[in-house]
């Protein structure tokens, strides 16, 4: 190693003799290059080397590291551990430390592959999956959630009993509906309903089970545009921009995030997938390559968002070879951001200024309703929010008060 991490030369003798070997310190070298700070290598280097010691005594014979091995030491060994230190026995410690030594190695469980191990219900989800891209040309995020409540309630009615769809009647389907629906939002019993309908809709394509179950779908009231949605004022809009702290690396990270989506109303998927390519600095443009509805659309770059992309890209930005915009901070640094932390840095500065149950939606309706009520029609609000239909965009006329008094009708007088 050209800068090794390990001093101690009865550390490194250690390491050498643990029944791994070198992998340990290829192992140490990998976590410097993702960005481990100098503790949690340690750490993880020595959950490993546990490992590497406990498998030279329990599988003597064993060569490649394998996936049943790694089991066997988190569920059965380190609950009557009794190893030498240091000997790691944390257990959150060893699963992550773990689970990044079987990504260095790529090891698989040797005589099966990938698919042999998936069960019938899994490879049942896989195929609706796939069904939902290839057939439906669904997105990612959707897809997210059907396949959630199917895997949800499939799990739920074939519990104890053998994995038979063709069983499925429409009752089980109301019964769960009426179990699970109280303990959760109405809009979210909505997007089950569909969820689950659409899972029906793909079994009785690949006749897997009793035809005519969806036709007899049962509705679920929707009652979400009987209140005005919830959207962010402009005094909460400006503390909600000082709640970055700009002094650092990841708060000009996030305040580029809450420019984009509070001036241009995009979706946390949209700005994961934003790459370098797609700001144009000398037409003041941003690109939006692929969205919800797989289309491309062109949005105009306000200064302030301009000036904060440009702010992170020159002082906040990792060196990293991605194209994405932006990246991670934390391990793995250098990687592009995920939607998912995208979403978390977004809740937690809704956080900051009292709204700890808002999400980045919030940042997006608020978006729509200051361009509506500053007179933009409700068709161009549709083409910047990427909307397909119009009818999803009417939502925000509700809060356009000054239209709203024009259409009002008098007061009947007696």
């Known amino acids: 190693m050209d800068t090794p991490i390990f001093l101690r030369a009865c550390s490194c003798r250690r390491m050498e003799a ?18 481990y700070c100098h503790d949690s290598i340690h750490q993880y280097t020595e959950a490993v080397e546990h490992f590497g010691f406990w498998r030279s005594h329990a599988h003597p014979c064993s060569k490649n590291v394998r996936h049943a091995e790694v089991a066997e030491f988190l569920t059965s060994h380190l609950a009557i551990c009794r190893c030498p230190p240091p000997a790691t026995r944390t257990y959150i410690t060893c699963r992550a430390a773990l689970r990044q030594l079987v990504l260095m190695l790529g090891c698989e469980s040797p005589g099966r592959s990938p698919r042999a191990c998936i069960g019938p219900m899994a490879a049942l989800i896989e195929r609706f999956d796939r069904y939902l891209e290839d057939v439906n040309g669904l997105s990612d995020a959707t897809r997210l959630y059907r396949r959630r409540y199917a895997r949800e309630f499939l799990t739920w009615r ?30 979210s019993v909505s997007v089950m309903n569909g969820s ?11 006749r897997l089970c009793p035809s005519g179950l969806s036709r007899f ?55 994961a997938q934003l790459s370098l390519e797609d700001v144009d600095w000398r037409e003041g443009t941003l690109a939006i390559r692929t969205n919800k509805q797989r289309r491309e659309r062109v949005l105009p770059l306000p200064a302030p968002t301009g000036n904060a992309i440009a702010a992170y890209l020159r002082t906040g930005r990792p060196k990293s070879e991605s194209r994405q915009l932006f990246l991670c901070h934390r391990v793995p640094v250098g990687k592009p951001l995920s939607a998912v932390r995208v979403r978390g840095a977004v809740r937690r500065a809704l956080c900051r200024i009292g709204h700890p149950r808002g999400g980045p939606h919030l ?8 361009l509506h009520n500053r007179g933009a029609p409700l068709k161009e609000v549709a083409d910047i929010l990427g909307h397909k239909s119009i009818d999803t965009t009417a939502l925000y006329a509700r809060l356009n008060l000054r239209q709203l008094e024009k259409v009002a009708l008098p007061w009947p007088r007696e």
């Open 18 to 35: 643990n029944g791994l070997g070198i992998i340990l310190f290829q192992y140490a070298e990998r976590l410097r290059g993702l960005g």
């Open 196 to 206: 689950l309908r659409s899972l029906v809709k793909y079994l009785e394509v690949e």
């Open 217 to 271: 779908w049962p509705k679920m009231p929707n009652w979400k545009r009987t209140v005005p949605p919830a959207v962010l004022t402009q005094q909460e809009c400006r503390d909600l921009i000082r709640t970055a702290d700009v002094k650092c690396a990841t708060g000009l990270r996030d305040l580029a995030i809450l420019r984009i989506m509070l001036d241009l109303g995009l979706r946390c998927s949209e700005v």
């Open 158 to 187: 074939f519990k104890a009993r053998r994995f038979d769809p063709m069983s499925l009647r429409l009752a089980d389907f109301v019964r769960y509906l009426s179990i699970r629906a109280p303990s959760i939002r109405p809009d």
């Open 363 to 370: 940042l997006r309706r608020t978006f729509a309703t200051v």
